[in-house]
């Protein structure tokens, strides 16, 4: 199995049929990008993939909207607890970070209206004194209450 | 709107757009992986200036509903109660009118 079949094969075993939790997914698509230095363009149902100099690649994505925009917010609060206010709820440009890959951030812009969805993203190197983690919130437990915004 | 008529997955944003489809909330204990609901109510309030500002609408969903909307992407060990059609909409909107409900200040934006 070469490098490009490995990554597609990865991308595809995480969203075709996605089994994963919406914040797996993500912590899933930030490793794989930043395993192997990939660069993402995902638009509605299409996910294209590149890597250094290689071609684009090219995945039919067909998840329900709620949870690509679940993606995409969740991605936001990341940038956000990495950097107050940097993103705002609809689009933004920011980065994340992954403990297990202290010399990688991935930029990201993104949109995140009812209209329009979409995710640009790309694994750069950084100098290793500015790391700065991404906190990670605890799971807790069931209740019956819940509640939304107005 | 939302406490009166209840979700409605043809709601349009004021400005204009596509339907809203889908519906979305959180278990009051959380986790919040989306950010904290006063958070994302202010937030909300920045983009929507001409809606009265920020609240926090708490419903008392029944478990048979709330299990409607469970799944491998959205578990409710994180937080998230997504309906959509198909997964616990539906279902929510018929019982609207007999939930328990209250609307929570928030401060700001």
Request: proline share 8%; aromatic share 6%; with cysteine.
């Amino acid at each position: 199995m070469n490098a490009t079949t490995s990554y597609l094969d990865e991308l595809q075993a995480l969203l075709l049929q996605p089994t994963r939790s919406i914040i797996e997914i993500v912590d899933r698509l930030l490793s794989i990008s930043l395993e192997h230095h990939l660069q993402i363009d995902w638009r509605e149902n299409t996910l294209r993939v590149h890597q250094g100099d290689g071609d684009w690649e090219q995945l039919k994505v067909s998840i329900r909207k709620s949870i690509f925009r679940a993606i995409l917010a969740r991605l936001a609060t990341l940038a956000n607890e990495s950097t107050p206010n940097s993103v705002s709820l609809y689009e933004g440009r920011g980065k994340v970070s992954v403990s297990d890959h202290p010399d990688l951030l991935i930029h990201f812009s993104f949109s995140n209206s009812l209209g329009d969805q979409w995710l640009e993203l790309a694994a750069v190197s950084i100098p290793i004194d500015s790391f700065k983690p991404t906190s990670k919130e605890p799971h807790e437990t069931k209740t019956d209450l819940i509640q939304t915004t107005a | 709107m939302i406490l009166i008529r209840g979700p409605d997955p043809t709601f349009v944003e004021p400005g204009g757009g596509p339907p809203a489809e889908n519906f979305s909330t959180y278990l009051e204990t959380g986790p919040f992986l989306l950010g904290s609901p006063s958070e994302y109510a202010r937030l909300k309030a920045l983009a929507f200036p001409g809606e009265g500002g920020p609240a926090i609408l708490a419903v008392d969903a029944p478990d048979d509903i709330i299990d409607l909307a469970v799944d491998a992407a959205f578990p409710l060990d994180q937080g998230i109660v997504q309906y959509d059609l198909g997964t616990g909409l539906e279902e929510l909107c018929v019982a609207w009118p007999s939930l328990k409900k209250h609307v929570l200040p928030v401060s700001g934006p």
